[in-house]
């Protein structure tokens, strides 16, 4: 009999183009499929190809909201408001 082919988190990773780190999150919240060996992760090449197929299905089309049409800013707009202007006085000699 042929020993089944199990792979580690990193090995998992490195056929998913994916972080280890990220299959072990999702195993860790359940949401693909995996095995339990000697208390760590572990994936079937099955197991593998379910995770695959989870995570090709295209997400939910959102509505985006109406663009609304907001007034540009302008430099003087923003621009705090000034004091009145002085008239210049000449310095005493």
Known sequence: ME?????????AAQ???CKPSWLK???ARRAI????????YA?????LEAI??????QPAAVPRPAAT??????????AAPRA???PLRARRA
């Open 3 to 11: 020993a089944p082919t199990v792979y580690r988190a990193d090995e």
């Open 84 to 86: 009145p202007l002085r």
């Open 43 to 47: 994936w079937t090449p099955e197991d």
């Open 69 to 78: 049409a907001r007034p540009r800013r302008t430099a003087a707009a923003t």
């Open 33 to 40: 499929p995996f095995r339990m060996i000697g208390g760590s």
């Open 25 to 27: 999150k999702q195993a």
């Open 52 to 57: 695959v197929a989870q995570q090709l299905r």
């Open 15 to 17: 056929v998913l183009k």
